[in-house]
Protein backbone atom coordinates (compact mmCIF):
# COMPACT_ATOMS: atom_id res chain seq x y z
CA UNK A 1 0.00 0.00 0.00
CA UNK A 2 1.69 3.90 -1.05
CA UNK A 3 2.43 6.06 1.73
CA UNK A 4 -0.04 8.72 2.03
CA UNK A 5 0.13 11.76 0.48
CA UNK A 6 0.06 15.02 3.39
CA UNK A 7 -2.31 18.06 1.59
CA UNK A 8 -0.22 20.98 1.03
CA UNK A 9 -1.40 22.61 4.16
CA UNK A 10 0.57 20.41 6.05
CA UNK A 11 3.61 20.02 4.12
CA UNK A 12 6.78 22.02 5.55
CA UNK A 13 7.22 24.85 2.93
CA UNK A 14 10.65 26.91 3.34
CA UNK A 15 9.63 30.81 2.46
CA UNK A 16 11.48 32.77 0.23
CA UNK A 17 13.42 34.77 3.01
CA UNK A 18 14.43 31.49 4.57
CA UNK A 19 15.73 30.20 1.13
CA UNK A 20 17.65 33.47 1.26
CA UNK A 21 18.97 33.24 4.48
CA UNK A 22 20.38 29.88 3.93
CA UNK A 23 22.02 30.25 0.61
CA UNK A 24 23.63 33.58 2.19
CA UNK A 25 24.96 31.60 5.35
CA UNK A 26 26.21 28.75 3.08
CA UNK A 27 27.96 31.16 1.18
CA UNK A 28 29.73 33.08 3.55
CA UNK A 29 30.69 29.78 5.06
CA UNK A 30 31.87 28.67 2.02
CA UNK A 31 34.00 32.57 1.33
CA UNK A 32 35.67 31.70 5.37
CA UNK A 33 36.83 28.05 4.53
CA UNK A 34 38.42 29.47 0.98
CA UNK A 35 39.77 32.26 2.68
CA UNK A 36 41.29 30.14 5.67
CA UNK A 37 42.89 27.58 3.76
CA UNK A 38 44.18 30.39 1.30
CA UNK A 39 45.89 31.66 4.69
CA UNK A 40 47.16 28.29 5.16
CA UNK A 41 48.62 27.64 2.14
CA UNK A 42 50.16 31.15 1.33
CA UNK A 43 53.19 30.40 1.48
CA UNK A 44 53.69 27.07 -0.53
CA UNK A 45 52.62 28.54 -3.64
CA UNK A 46 55.07 27.62 -7.10
CA UNK A 47 54.20 27.93 -10.44
CA UNK A 48 55.43 25.53 -13.09
CA UNK A 49 58.68 27.65 -13.81
CA UNK A 50 60.22 27.11 -10.22
CA UNK A 51 59.07 23.28 -10.25
CA UNK A 52 61.14 23.05 -13.63
CA UNK A 53 64.35 25.46 -12.34
CA UNK A 54 64.03 23.29 -8.89
CA UNK A 55 64.96 19.78 -10.56
CA UNK A 56 68.32 18.74 -10.09
CA UNK A 57 70.06 17.74 -13.37
Known amino acids: MPPKRMSTSEALT ?3 AAIRKFVAD ?3 A ?11 TSGNRYNKKDKIQAKPD
Do not use: F, G, R
Not at 30 to 40: F, I, K, S, V
Open 26 to 28: SVT
Open 14 to 16: MTQ
Open 30 to 40: ALEAQAATMAN
